[in-house]
């Protein structure tokens, strides 16, 4: 499975912005899909995950926040990110598990950097 994100950018604090990850492969395997995120001298940590039956789970810190979605079709999964704050800053990966919502990740993307600038 082969995992590209894009849409990172550098944006404002309070701006919105939408990153999006395309699989590739045996997604046929996949049963949940997730993004994370590590910020400068930070671990990473997860941000919101997705089952193949729409069940979702989000970081307490952007929940109200941050929309996780997939379009099928598509083979994408996207983050919609709203209210963006400073700390939202960091690298965020797409990441794929053939396991359960909360599995560890088993394929990774390269990562899209964001940046929030006040």
């Known amino acids: 499975v082969q995992l590209r994100e894009s849409g990172g950018a550098v944006v404002q604090a309070g701006e919105s912005l939408r990153l999006s990850c395309a699989a590739s492969?045996?997604?046929?395997?996949?049963?949940?899909m997730a993004w994370y995120r590590q910020a400068p001298g930070a671990q990473r940590e997860l941000v919101a995950s997705?089952?193949?039956?729409?069940?979702?789970n989000y970081a307490e810190s952007v929940k109200g926040r941050f929309t996780i979605s997939r379009n099928s079709a598509k083979n994408t999964v996207y983050l919609q990110m709203n209210e963006l704050k400073l700390e939202d800053t960091a690298v965020y990966y797409c990441?794929?598990?053939?396991?359960?919502?909360?599995?560890?990740?088993?394929?990774w993307g390269q990562g899209t950097p964001v940046t929030v600038s006040s």
């Open positions: 997705m089952s193949s039956v729409g069940d979702t």
């Open positions: 990441a794929a598990s053939r396991g359960s919502l909360r599995s560890p990740a088993d394929y």
């Open positions: 492969g045996s997604i046929f395997s996949v049963n949940a």
